[in-house]
């Protein structure tokens, strides 16, 4: 067995690159008391790495140059010296972007329940972020417009079909007719606007007739500042995330803030380990609608460690159809 990891080799300006990492072998670790060795077998990619790859302030600190990338791993435990752990057991990680680690912070997962690769997607933090934005800050009420924006993805498809499943109308917005078809058609929102079809603006004023009550924001940018102009009186809009400038070397120039003190609309930031201690509450809900299939869920798939660079620099595209993951084993 030969481990073999990925490291930050330096750090983009604008647009990632795989000139970003560097691909190197690295020891086998030896598991210390407590520890458990672990083989991984899926990697997460997300949007939040591209933050951590930069050295800009931010609610985690970043990667150091030469460090393993981060990331939430599924692996399985190799050898144990950890006293609730054995051989064979399954396990969620932050052991980043390698192919074997050590680690006395894991937990344990249950392949018999759902697929491994769930408990990094729906069953894991993208799945927990749709669940506590959505309830605790959006708090859509049976009847409300509900806005979802990056509609196919891990989060806004969650958040789509938990808001639908709460009585509201939803409107989704994703880039592309099979992107859109697929929010529809099987994710069962309402609507679904193609925001790279033309006029934002327009779309959301036929979709969404009564104004908007809640918008989840995944995007920011243009986007958000199109539906600044849709919200209704005491609206919220629950900023989860702001892909569409994570790559940008200058901060958006937001138009229409007028509409938050004429509206007293309520905007808030979310980070999902807000929610840490009810992270059990937020996997049963979760849980309990993938078995009575009332949840559906989708993966992107990119195959082996060496090609995660190029996993995360489509994500950050668009390119991704679904929770992006790389399969290692
Ligand atoms: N606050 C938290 O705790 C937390 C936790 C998890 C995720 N997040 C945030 O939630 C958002 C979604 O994350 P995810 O993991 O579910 O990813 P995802 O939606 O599965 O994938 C990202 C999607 O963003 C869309 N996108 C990318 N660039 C865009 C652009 N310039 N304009 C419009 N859309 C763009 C793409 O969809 P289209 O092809 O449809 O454009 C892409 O497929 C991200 O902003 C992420 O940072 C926040």
Redesign the pocket.
Known sequence: MENKRVVLASRPAGWVSEENFRIEAAPMPAPAEGEVLVKNLWLSL???MRGRMSDAKSYVKGVELGEVMVGQTVGEVLESRHPKLKKGDHVLTQLGWQLFGTSKEVSKVDGSRAPLSYYLGVLG??GL?AYFGLKELGQPKPGETVVV????????SVVGQLAKARDCRVVGI???SA?CEYVKDELGFDVCID?KAGDLHAALKAACPEGVDVYFE??GGA?LDTLLRQMNLFSRIVV?????EYNATEPYGYKNLRAVLVNRIRIQG???FDWKDRYGEGLAALSELLQKKQLKYRESIVEGLDNAPTGLIS????G?F???LVKLA
């Open positions: 997300d949007p939040y933090m993208p972020t924006s990056a509609a196919s993805g891990a989060v806004g994703a880039g592309g992107k925001y995944n995007v986007m989860c995330g702001l892909i569409s979310m980070i999902v994500l950050l595209k668009g991704n679904g929770k992006q």
